[in-house]
């Protein structure tokens, strides 16, 4: 009988482009029958097309069993075709019982590469090592970390490579066997042969991921190994594992000040430059004495932190770049000042904000509150505001986010202009796409206006300005946007503060009090373009009552009864609207004002 292979089976692929789906279904069928031979060669072609078909998005699992069968050929070509189909095929290992009979074959795959075995058997052993690691169980790790663990001293590195890879998979699976293993792969680290010290710092570091405490004690043997490979791979692995130990012993810190260092000075490979500043800033965080003082070398230490830092961020590759800010990030928080003297670095970054890649503008946002003070408060804020025009999406929410942490930071230490912030603020307030900030920007509104005595006048007249949709504006009720949930600290200011109100609305015709009025008790905005939420509605009808009462209290002396009559007409005439409202907070609050009416 006549079998396709798998190159008969890609150009009938090829050539059957407009009923491909039914050309597969038939070589699947096909496939079906030549695994049912008792010929290995018969069912390893099968398999071969299987594995391409499944590359494709087919399901080969229910060849599982056929893998298997081709895993115990004697012949090497085949039984590395029928580990390739094992591999593929079994995509879920611990819901398929085929696996089960993998595990005598497996035992028996591992054990034949002991001492003395032949350069064959080494090989097959490494097939098995590279299927196990791929189908790797709880119960496969329980009856093959012993052999796993007995290949640690095969005479071959690349067995030993090979094992040591394995474990990382079988400990993710049967996690008590790291505990069982741990001293085997320390010794591993003073193997003779480069590439399989490797291997056990992928592996540890790896593992130490998840809980970095457990590897201290590797730490000295670590520490040999930063100072004496020329391996700028592993080295990288070597970096990030001391960088996770800092933490956990600070001591360890200044020791490897002097090392990562050396590294930074020495090596040109992107990766481990990066990877050693880092480490060198994290570092940085856990070098100051008992006596709260730092080491001698730590300017030193900075300035070549920052250099090369800088030199990252001035990159054209977008990745490096992002790198570098990521380094500042971490600098700063041992150095929060060292960017004020560093122009060019503040330069860098504010460059950053206008950078098309939007990671790479949110990590510069972030490095903001390190270089603000007094003075270049106004002008970095003036340039946020720039960009949250241009910007939308989360990015701009970020802005927002910024721009009120900046200027509130410690009790508002670095502002020395509240009526500029107010202005900041009602400018954000009509700023569309940023709703989810609106509660921040109306509680910072509020706060100052309660808390800063001399600004609290201009608030007043700001939030008048907002309530109030001016006479001669008609028209251009589609450019008035401001946050729902500004409007309502709009309101308590104004219903607080309503003996500061601006001369220049005495020009209404009846009066500022009465513009309040009518405007708070509208069901819609200052605009007449959307509905109130019930939350504002019963807000405003609170303080619409508030204004009311002080225009009584004033006696009107401007414009007499004639203001107060049309209040109370505007009042009244409102009220029986909100009166109909179903929510019960704004229906109780309009009902009593109604009352007192």
């Not at 279904?25 to 071969?48: C, G, M, R, V």
């Not at 300035?303 to 054209?316: A, P």
């Not at 808390?451 to 251009?476: A, D, F, H, I």
């Not at 007409?569 to 409102?574: D, F």
């Amino acid at each position: 009988m006549f079998e396709k292979t798998l190159n008969d089976l890609v150009t009938g692929i090829r050539t059957h482009r407009r009923d491909t789906a039914l050309y597969i279904s038939q070589n699947i069928s096909e496939i079906k029958q030549e695994l049912k031979s008792p010929d290995f060669y018969t069912k390893s072609n099968a398999l071969q097309k299987l594995t391409f078909l499944q590359m494709m998005g087919y399901t080969m699992s229910w060849a599982a069993f056929a893998s298997v069968e081709v895993m115990s050929s004697p012949r090497f070509a085949l039984k590395r075709v029928g580990y390739l189909a094992a591999c593929q095929g079994l995509d879920q290992p611990e819901k398929s019982p085929v696996v089960l009979l993998t595990t005598n074959l497996l035992k028996k795959e591992l054990r034949g590469a002991t001492v003395g075995g032949s350069g064959e058997n080494m090989y097959h052993a490494g097939l098995a090592i590279n299927c196990l690691s791929n189908i790797a169980t709880e119960d496969l790790g329980r009856e093959l970390l012993p052999d796993l663990l007995h290949l640690l001293n095969h005479p071959s590195p690349y067995v030993r490579k090979k094992a040591l890879l394995c474990l990382y998979k079988v400990f993710l699976k049967y996690p008590q066997g790291l505990r069982l293993s741990f001293d085997k792969i320390k010794q591993c680290l003073e193997d003779p042969h480069p590439s399989v010290v490797s291997c056990a710092v992928n592996v540890i570091t790896e593992l130490s991921d998840k809980n970095p405490k457990n590897y201290l004690p590797l730490a000295p043997a670590f520490f040999k190994l930063l100072t004496s490979s020329a391996n700028n791979w592993m080295l990288i692995k070597v970096v990030k594992l001391l960088g996770s130990l800092v933490p956990e012993e600070p001591r360890l810190a200044r020791k490897l000040l002097d090392p990562l260092c050396n590294i930074v000075k020495s090596t040109h490979a992107k990766s481990l430059l990066y990877e050693a500043v880092f480490a060198t800033t994290l570092c940085l965080q856990y070098v100051k004495k008992a006596d709260g003082s730092q080491p001698s070398n730590i300017p030193g230490v900075v300035d070549l932190c920052v250099e090369t830092l800088r030199g990252f961020v001035r990159e054209t590759d977008q990745n490096l770049k992002y790198l570098g800010l990521v380094g500042f990030g971490s600098l700063l928080q041992s150095q929060p000042k060292v960017l004020h003297s560093q122009s060019e670095c503040k330069g860098l970054i504010l460059q950053c904000l206008s950078d098309e890649d939007v990671t790479i503008r949110t990590r510069a946002l972030g490095l903001l509150k390190f270089m603000t003070t007094k003075r270049n408060l106004v002008e970095l804020i003036t340039q946020l505001l720039s960009h949250v025009e241009a910007a939308s999406g989360e990015y701009r929410c970020d802005l927002v986010d910024e721009i009120v942490r900046m200027c509130s930071s410690n009790k508002y230490e670095l502002l020395m202009d509240f009526a500029w912030y107010v202005d900041v603020l009602v400018i954000l307030a009509g700023v569309r796409g940023i709703e989810s900030q609106g509660e921040i920007i109306a509680k910072q509104w509020m706060d100052v206006a309660w808390r800063v005595l001399p600004v609290r006048s201009y608030s007043v007249r700001r939030s008048l300005e907002m309530l109030v949709w001016e006479t001669g504006q008609e028209g251009k009720e589609s450019e008035r946007h401001f946050l729902p949930e500004v409007l309502p600290a709009a309101a308590w200011i104004v219903g607080d503060g309503n003996d500061d109100f601006d001369s220049r609305y005495d020009a209404f015709t009846k009066g500022p009090y009465h513009a309040l009025v009518q405007s708070m008790t509208a069901p819609t905005d200052a605009a007449g373009i959307n509905p109130l939420p019930c939350t504002t509605q019963a807000v405003f009808v609170q303080n619409a009552m508030k204004v009311f009462a002080a225009a009584c209290q004033r006696n009107l002396q401007t414009h007499g009864n004639h203001e107060l009559h049309a209040c109370v007409g505007t009042l009244m005439k409102n009220l029986d609207v909100y009166a109909e409202s179903p929510d019960v907070e704004v229906k109780e609050r309009s009902f009593t004002a109604h009352q007192l009416l």
